[in-house]
């Protein structure tokens, strides 16, 4: 972030090429045409006055510079600005803050649901569940921050650590105000009067944490102060669904843009989302028992006994233990006769691509067979492993590629303009798999003013507050 009085001496270090885009329409946004100054050395007026007549280097000066005028060096401010580009963030970064952003925002709807149920008085089941629900959306909060702090490059931490300071206070002090909500909530008799006063502590403790995780975003430039026009967005988070089989997978989506250049008139942003797959991996069983369960009365007969599936960044992989049987029905009689019957294990590696019109397609590859005797020939290199390949792969397909529909998850403005450029699965938490999608957006002036107003996210609305 660049500061009121930011000076840069050098401007070898302000080539385009060597800056991130966002940084450079940032310090564009933030130079006024009077706030320029140039020192040029043998040159007149202010440039000679503040430079003594000597051949100095330029100094450029972003948003007023009184340390300049009064003669001072400039060397902090160039520490400043050094400062500013190592704390940038990446990417990713800008899609994993808007996630735990959702989250501390999802805690705070939480609390103020609680608060208002306080109003009659509810039943002490219905009361349960609503501590239990904030419990947990308390504790995703802090989770979510914990990680994003802990995985900050070292040149961030030591950058923000004044800021990251007051996170940990923040936390601390959020988690003392939980601590004491749930043993007042969890007394024998609980009383309405002390719990909605601390209820209220509680929500103090919230707000400041959730103050606190918005200057961070600030200063690593996820979040501009409101000063021109906007360079950087938050997209809304969007939950998906896919019935299967009489099953509903949720599929969350965050993300990030971020104008990057403006090429032959249209705004180019780039653009990431990651879509959480967690809820596929809990019903991974059920959905691969629906594409490849058969039992036919005579013939062969599979069924999937359990099933995980498990971040391989690019890929991911399937480890399936299926249940072999082959059944045979002899000229006359009236059942049917097991003829054999095995156990095995088999693993297929999924990998993303796209296809040449943009859609989701699933590389997938028999990585291992752990099996006997003539499943183990079967899976290995007969057409029973090739069948339950591309059933695993097909069934996987018809989820994962709802995550990966991008135009679905944007404001109507964008949609038309979006591509996607590249995907791949990430672990996103402990064994969490995550689909992570990059993508473009190519925007006129128009576009772009009706994008943002679009997407109301409520990251900036919360940045603007008082």
């Known amino acids: 972030m660049l500061h009121k009085g930011t000076c840069v001496r050098d401007v070898s270090v302000l080539d385009p090429l060597r800056l991130p885009a966002a940084l450079l329409i940032a310090i564009v946004l933030f130079v006024s045409p009077g706030a320029i100054l140039a020192q040029r050395g043998a040159g007149g007026g202010a440039g000679a006055a ?69 109003q009659p008085s509810p039943a002490a089941s219905a009361l349960s569940d609503r501590v239990a629900a904030l419990d947990d959306a308390v504790a995703k909060a802090r989770a979510g921050h914990l990680n994003f702090v802990t995985a900050l490059s070292a040149a961030q931490k030591s950058g923000l650590k004044d800021v990251t300071a007051k996170l940990e206070k923040a936390d601390s002090d959020l988690d003392k105000q939980i601590k004491t909500f749930d043993q ?44 021109g026009e906007d360079v950087a967005f938050s997209l809304p988070a969007v939950t998906q669904s896919v019935a299967v089989d009489g099953k509903t997978i949720l599929i969350p989506s965050s993300g990030a843009v971020s104008r990057g250049s403006v090429t032959n008139g249209l705004n180019l942003f780039t653009l990431q989302q990651v879509a959480d797959l967690s809820d596929l991996q809990q019903n991974i069983v059920a959905i691969l028992r629906a594409e490849l369960f058969r039992a036919p009365r005579c013939g062969e007969r599979i069924d999937v006994l359990d099933a995980s599936l498990t971040p391989l960044a690019p890929a991911s992989l399937v480890v399936a233990t299926v249940r072999y049987e082959r059944w045979i029905c002899p000229p006359g009689s009236v059942g049917a006769t097991e003829l054999a019957s095995s156990n095995g294990q088999i693993e297929v590696k999924l990998t993303p691509t796209l296809e040449p019109g943009g859609s989701l397609h699933l590389l997938s590859e028999i990585s291992r067979v752990d099996a006997d005797g003539l499943l183990r020939n079967a899976l290995r290199s007969g057409d029973l492993g090739v069948k339950l390949r591309d059933q695993i792969a097909a069934a996987l397909t018809q989820v994962i590629g709802k995550a990966a529909d991008l135009k679905a998850t944007l404001p109507l403005a964008a949609r038309q303009s979006a591509t996607l450029q590249k995907l791949a699965f990430e672990s996103v938490g402990p064994d969490q798999l995550g689909l992570i999608l990059d993508g473009q957006l190519q925007l006129s002036d128009e576009q772009t003013q009706q994008f943002a107003a679009q997407l109301k996210q409520s990251l900036a609305a919360q940045a603007n507050a008082p």
Do not use: W
């Open 50 to 118: 503040a430079g003594g007549g000597r051949n100095t280097m330029p100094i450029i000066c972003v948003h007023d510079c009184p340390a300049l005028r009064e003669g001072l060096s400039s060397d902090d401010s160039l520490k400043n600005f050094r400062r500013a580009m190592a704390i940038q963030a990446t990417p990713e970064q800008r899609a994993a803050f808007a996630k735990i952003a959702q989250y501390a925002e999802q805690a705070s709807d939480q609390l103020l649901t609680f608060r208002q149920s306080l």
């Open 184 to 227: 007042i909530v969890h007394t024998p008799k609980p009383d309405t009067e002390p719990i909605a006063a601390s209820a209220a502590n509680l929500e103090k403790a919230l707000a400041g944490f959730r103050s606190d995780q918005l200057e961070l975003g600030r200063e690593m430039s996820i979040l501009f102060p409101p000063v």
